[in-house]
């Protein structure tokens, strides 16, 4: 079972140090131009291991990630009407292509 994870950027002032982040989760991105790196660390334990990092002496701050709080499942949608016309031609035409007619010209 995959274990559960949750990101963080941690901004730095030397990218060379960014080495000694990998024994605290994945490392994801390393952003040569801005200094910093985004990471996933285990969610039972982001309190602690954001503690830790930001006592570091390269680390200037470090972020939580929100992405894990935006929702993905969107029900109230409003649907494409020209889609739907679409959708509307295509099953005519299969339809009577099925039936052995000759589909219609447009």
Not at 53 to 72: A, G, W
């Amino acid at each position: 079972m995959r274990e559960h994870r949750l990101g963080i950027a941690v901004f730095v002032k030397n990218i060379k140090s960014a080495r000694n982040l990998r024994k605290f989760g994945n490392v994801h991105f390393i952003s040569r131009r801005l200094n910093y790196i985004t990471m996933y660390v285990p969610a039972d334990t982001i309190d602690q291991t954001i503690e830790r990092i930001s006592r570091l002496d390269f680390v200037t701050r470090v972020e939580r990630s929100h992405r894990h709080e935006i929702p993905t499942v969107y029900d109230n949608a409003k649907p494409d009407k020209a889609k739907e016309i679409d959708y509307k031609m295509e099953e005519q035409q299969i339809i009577s292509i099925i039936k052995g007619e000759l589909p219609a010209e447009v």
